[in-house]
């Protein structure tokens, strides 16, 4: 059985025309992959390309004062990772606790209707998040910081809110099978040694699910950060470093420029939204990579 | 009718691996064999290698040859699908088909090769096929029912009527009993002595009251050491191999010295 | 129990897609061709146009007037904001185009390839009124003069119980608030209305001059949101809120009483030539029948949108004749 | 000594709760001497700590339940006035402004139906044949690890990043006006393929080894077995991996927004022309804002904030929609893991 490179050519050749279409399916995945990097390079080569003047026929991109490409980037990418972050700060507790409720201390008919609870919250379409943001959640909070913040509180923090409740159903279906495996060994070494039940949980629980658990985050922080519909109706945008996540108009996300600007846009214009969309994916690329990464080495030494 | 089966110098190995080492005999045909020996010896692994299943499910690759009737089963314009059309199988668990019914069981084998059928001879190989695994009285009025629905030994001798329904001319039985009770067990075991007046078996098996019950002859596998290949020690008629065999190493594992 | 699922979903579509033979809203109640004449050149055929959303509500209502003259001429019109109008029309994609801006001198350079040596050619067709909307506790009205309101938007103002809002509404008791200015974050050109009012009212107060979006050193000062929609929708969500819409849109918000009222001019553009003789005969008829007087009513009644004067319409008339059709003279 | 073992054997149950009962009625008999003294002074100020815990797990559980009670009631409330028999078969064609005829969906419902189709012809042949390679084919060797890293990337691929990218292949072959639903359904095949592979991977491994044995031993190819016994078995799992993904791709806007484009009357066709789709349709309406009702000559009603009630409607036909799709998905799955023991 010859084996060259990464085929089995001998098979390949043979009479199995099925393995031929099976590998061609497999390869599909892998030029998809390309293609969108390829295409989206291609589209974005004009923006890249042009001088500054050029790009200042670009109206938003004049009125954002940036004075190069990378200028006009790099706030937007600083507000996709710090709203992404503060969503997964709020959202990752939170998932581990429903993830342990569901598990360890619900009775069998509460889990189930959390798991439940769980399932359709993952079901929402991002449109209606975006709705409810701004119609419940933005008057609900303006009621607490009516003078304290801008009003309506369309800021980063109540983005992040929303963010995080779109996040939590990945994140705690992942951590909730994670758990289940707990081996029961471990869970009565635990108890054996007359340990409480949150005692168990830190002995035992936690430490089987961590690897699980921050590869469960990348995954709910990849979600986040390509967030778009919600970002373009709850958030006032605005262009700054600014680490105050209740400062208004300050922060604007990548996917929610690109969704604000696109329709006005000229070829040109497209091409310069295409750039910062190819810095979006390869964020994405990473961070997936990463979580890919983390559970792998998860598995192997548990 | 049953085929003779010629093994000369074959060697198996997992990657680098060599798994069995050096392994020549002669299977008779219309007899049954059994192979005998501690758990990891190999023979699961050689039995394996005479319908070539080892290539689809467990990587492995062989050197030397084995002829059936006088065909090399390894030589290379031999479709290794065409082998185990003519050396049937059966596994250790009962693996009917949990989507079909106990007919379309029996008419897998024929069905998943799409060969065309008339009702009438399905019919007559379904009922031979179910007479011939003496179970056709057991189940004739409900021959449309699920399969997965009989008991563990029914299931196994569902299986043996599925493989013997593709006429194959040996028989290969992979500890077809471990997994039944014992009143299965010996109607499975009473099943193989019937058959082996028209086909070539060869049984492995953990129980040697087993082997030395039903086989004509019986082939005694060891291994000299953990990671070391397993060897044949020693093959002869059953009734020699369980009175006084010629090899130390099968008198001790005959008289449970360790293994 | 899974194919069932299946197969009552595609039944469903099927039955909707054959039983729907009228899939559309029936409008003959609105008797929009009153004397039936019915002056039906045989022109039939989809026609695209797309561009500023401005104007979108009184296209639906134009595109049900025009189909009471002209029934087998369907209109589609893409609300893609004037931005992408004008690419279209530059691009050839649309046959029409609605944009809140003139075309700069680079895009009639541009348009030439398309639309014939003399370009584009671009009509008055829909007249807003902007009006100053906040959003106050029980406070419908105020009065402001157009220095407070320009003082308000460049952020020089920043408490609704300021003295100069407070001298101007004596009778008014005004909270003391701060004011949010809630603008339009994308590029329209309302904000090009406004700012232009702005600098023209105080040079000053506002040393932006005109620009279609809101300058970034005073735009963290206030919240921007996506559309006339978005800006009214924010501004009723929020207390405190002063902003500004097309006077279709202003609902339930309080309306600030001005001296002189912002006017908008939306433009319908169109090829100064066109190779398509169907194409042109549309355009033409299409462009005509919204100058007219029903057809600006029409809009008036649906958007609150000011009817053309007639220097205005006649000089859209002179333009519209000005189109060529057919191949021989390009 | 039976008692002690008794207890530990009671211990291996996972439910915790049944061991704490045992343990208190050891505690209170003569057998109790035996526990650890130290365990018992201090454990009041462990057990208050494990009881602080225990009220926040259950606190967690509520505050996920809230955000879902709000969205339901909310897109309930408002989604119902609008749902009627004409709303539901009706496109927006000859609507005008805030006069009824207020039109419907029709053409939205239509169009996320056909995209959604266009999506599913696309990504489920790549998606099931990738995973039988995966599974079948290529257990461990060096180009399944490669595809099968790529296939978390990609599963991580955003939305907007999947319309930019079907928007810009078919802008480069069709020009910057290129908006029509099949490139709708490309990207949303993006999104599609990475749930696809992973649900059909997990219900081939579910297929016991032992039915590709007895194929194989029955002299049927490895090609015959795979399309005759192994994806028969697995073919309600491989279903319920469709609709979840289904349900998981129906609801995205930014792609459709890019690549689709709206209109107003029916477009049956996905290669010619715009076509709406439900979370299009929802964006469009809210995006439009209130209609003018004062000057209303017609005598036809006219309801000024109807665009939002609209959108409401259609959210609400989404959410009815894709609930459906989970629920017809989660029962067959939780039914096969129950049957195969999982």
Known sequence: MSKIGIFNWHRLFKTDKFYLLVCASSLFVLI????????????????????????????????????NILDFCLPLVFSTILSSLLALVIALPVSIGVALFITFYAPPKLAAIASWVIDILASIPSIVYGLWGIFVLCPFLNVFTGNLISSPPRVLFTL??????????????????????????????????????????????????????????????????????????????????????????????????????????NSLGVSLLTVTGLVLFIITFLVNWAAKKIAKSGVANV | MGQRIDVEHLDVFYGKFMAVENVSMTINP?????????????????????????????????????????????????????????????????????TMSIRQNVLAGIKLNNKSLTKAQADEIVETSLKGANLFNEVKDRLDSAAIGMSGGQQQRLCIARAIAMKPSVLLMDEPCSALDPISTLAVEDLIYELSSNYTIVIVTHNMQQASRVSQRTAFFNISDVGKPGRLIEMDQTTKIFSNPSNQQTENYISGKFG | MKNSVFTSLCFLCLVLVLSGCSVDNDVSQFKLNPNQSNIDLGLRGQMAGSGATSQKNSIDAWKLGYNAYYPNISVAYDPKGSGGGRKDIISGASIFAASDKLLSDEEIKLSKSVCGSNGVIQIPTYISKIEIIFNLDNIKSLSLDNKTITAIFSGKITNWSDSLIKLQNP????????????????????????????????????????????????????????????????????????????????GTLGVVAMDNPIMQISYMLACSHYNDIIAGQFVKSWLGYIISKSGQELSHNVSNSMVLNDSQTNQAKKDIDSITIGKENV | ????????????????????????????????????????????????????????????????????????????????????????????????????????????????????????????????LTAIYLVEYAKGNKLSSIVNTLVDIMSGVPSIVAGLFAYSLFALFFGPTAVFGISGSLALSVLMIPTIIRSTQEMLNLVPNQLREASYGLGVSKFRTIIKVVLPTAFSGIVTGVLLSIARVIGETAPLLLTAGSIDSLNLNLFSGRMMSLPVYIYNEYSQGLAVCTNNIFGADCLSDIRMQRAWSAALVLFIFIIILNLVGTTIKKRILKKRGK
């Open chain 2, 30 to 98: 219309n007899q049954v064999t059994a192979f005998i020996g501690p758990s990891g010896c190999g023979k699961s692994t050689f039995l394996r290698t005479i319908n070539r299943m080892h290539e689809m499910t467990d990587k492995a690759t062989v050197k030397g040859s084995i002829l059936l009737e006088g065909r090399n089963l390894y030589s290379s314009e031999i479709d290794p699908v065409q082998v185990r059309r003519e050396v049937g199988m059966v596994f250790q668990r009962p693996n009917p088909f949990p």
């Open chain 1, 32 to 67: 998809i992959l390309f293609a969108i990097t390829v295409f989206l390079l291609f589209s974005a080569m004009p923006a890249l390309e042009s001088s500054q003047t050029g790009l200042l026929g670009i109206s938003w991109y004049k009125s954002s004062e940036a004075n």
């Open chain 1, 160 to 265: 992040s809110i929303v963010l995080a409740v779109m996040i939590i159903p990945i994140i705690t279906s992942i951590i909730r099978d994670i758990y289940t495996g707990t081996p029961h060994l471990d869970i009565e070494a635990a108890y054996g040694l007359g340990a409480t039940k949150w005692e168990m949980i830190r002995l035992s629980v936690l430490p089987y699910g961590a690897q699980g658990a921050m590869s469960a985050a990348m995954l709910g922080l990849g979600r986040a950060l390509g967030e778009t519909m919600a970002v373009l109706i709850i958030l006032s945008p605005g262009r700054s470093y600014s680490f105050n996540i209740f400062g208004v108009s300050s922060h604007q996300t990548i996917a929610g420029n690109i969704a604000a600007q696109f329709p006005e846009a």
């Open chain 4, 1 to 128: 000594m039976s008692k002690i073992s008794s207890f530990r054997v009671n211990l291996l149950s996972k439910n915790g709760l049944k061991s704490k009962v045992l343990f208190k009625n050891i505690k209170n008999n003569r057998l109790s001497k035996f526990i650890k003294p130290s365990s018992r002074v201090i454990s009041r100020q462990r057990r208050q700590f494990d009881n602080f815990m225990k009220v926040l797990i259950f606190l967690s559980f509520i505050i996920v339940s809230i955000p879902l009670v709000s969205i339901i009631y909310i897109v309930v409330a408002n989604g119902l006035t609008q749902i009627t028999p004409y709303f539901l078969t009706h496109t927006m064609k000859g609507v005008m402004g805030g006069f009824s005829p207020f039109g419907g969906i029709l053409h939205a419902l239509v169009g996320t139906i056909l995209i959604t189709l266009g999506a599913m012809v696309i990504s489920i042949p790549i998606g099931i």
């Open chain 3, 171 to 250: 009778q008014i008791n005004l909270p003391n608030k701060l004011i949010t200015v809630v603008r339009r974050s994308d590029d329209s050109g309302t904000n090009d209305t406004l700012t232009s009012f702005f600098s023209k009212t105080d040079e000053s107060l506002w040393q932006w001059g005109e620009t279609s979006s809101w300058p970034s050193s005073i735009a963290s000062l206030s919240q921007g949101a996506q559309g006339t929609a978005g800006v009214v929708i924010v501004s009723s969500l929020g207390d405190g809120t002063i902003s500004y819409a097309d006077s279709a849109q202003v």
